[in-house]
């Protein structure tokens, strides 16, 4: 645990990136990948790679570079995907469905263990296999159900009570849609998706006449 | 132009916070803020708030704080907010369809001008007001309508394909959701969605036992 505490955020990001490419080369049979492959299939610097990967206790051989099975095992239980994370959806709108139907969720550790909504006409409907469930159930199934995590997909108005059910019945960490900052002082974890403000940006550096990637910086 | 040109990334970030922030005041029937206000409401110091603010020429008075009207206006301005975005959506899925009906888009002069899918029984469809054309149409009514951003909601497979033709029907800006890295270049801007990554890192923070948001980091 403690070697995982001192790994800053944007490092984080990149070795989910690793993890995820190893995975890819693994997968297609690959049994050993160089700092520099690494680096040509994500766009990073091999230095950068090397410096990664030796803060999570992995040290490339000259010549020959990692190890595939044994990366992808070590970067797997540092960023926790060696079990299952139990995940409520609450909001089973276009875009609650979209993101019950992600190819990637489920492949990557995430399972969708409960849906809920308000509106009573979407409720008792299946949607990808999932029941939608009223909102006068959500504490009682994430405690039963052991939910750990919840994706916040309802308007802005009903993002913060959402939020602090979820809390209140267990959830340690949310996911949010909504294009509104929640509030969880120090009762649960938060991450944003805020496809908004990501246009925005995106928009603002087409009309500097900017080019390339602005996801590095993030 | 030289002004804007040297806003770093994450103050652009926080400058389209301030804006969202100071229309929703506006619009609520307040004419002023002042950073304390601001920094409360979007969980930042007012300190940053004031020099972010300094940066593009607005200087609150002691006591009065800003002026919302002049505010939004000149955001808007250097956000490039001031102007229509015709976008096109690759990929008319149940995540395309959810970006179409994303209200925020629409609201915040991002126009869906054209919807494409590669799938025979999804051509002619309409959805969401939008009748969605064949692939064939992609360069001739990008052109035609003089779309400049993009949005990619299409398998990680047909990704660089589509971003591919968008560039080349002149596009500037790519706004990815796929699952995969695109390389532009320096042919335009991208930005990527990435819905797996962000949960990988709230499932990370959770494993850990940190609590706050996590994207103050981004």
């Known amino acids: ?3 995982r505490q001192t790994i800053p955020g944007p490092t984080v990001k990149r070795l989910t990136l690793y993890l995820r490419e ?4 693994l997968a297609a049979g690959e049994s050993q990948v160089s700092s520099r492959e690494l680096g040509r299939s994500l766009g ?3 230095t950068q790679i090397r410096k990664d ?4 206790g992995q040290f490339g051989q000259a010549g020959v570079g990692y190890r595939l099975h044994s990366l992808v095992e070590q970067l797997r239980g540092i960023l926790g995907k060696d079990r299952i994370w139990r995940t409520a959806v609450v909001g089973a709108g276009r875009l609650g469905q979209a993101i019950m139907s992600y190819g990637p969720f489920a492949r990557e550790g995430f399972e969708i263990c409960a849906v809920f909504d308000a509106a009573p006409d979407m409720v008792g409907k299946e949607v990808g296999g999932h029941r939608i469930r009223p909102m006068e159930d959500l ?3 994430v405690r039963e159900r052991e939910i750990l995590l ?3 997909a309802v308007p802005r108005e009903a993002a913060q009570q959402v939020a602090d059910r979820l809390i ?3 959830v340690l960490g949310l996911l949010n ?5 929640l509030d969880v002082g120090d009762r649960a974890s938060v991450a944003s998706v805020d496809l908004s403000s990501r246009l925005e940006r995106l928009a603002f550096q087409v009309s500097l006449g900017l080019k390339g990637s602005i996801d590095a910086e993030d």
Chains 1, 2 share one sequence.
Not at 53 to 56: A, D, F, I, M, R
């Open 150 to 152: 919840g994706i916040v």
């Open 139 to 141: 504490e009682m199934l």
């Open 1 to 3: 645990m403690s070697a």
């Open 44 to 46: 990073l610097g091999d």
């Open 177 to 181: 849609f909504a294009p509104t900052r």
């Open 22 to 25: 190893a995975e890819r080369r």
């Open 168 to 170: 209140e019945a267990g």
């Open 53 to 56: 990967l030796s803060h999570v």
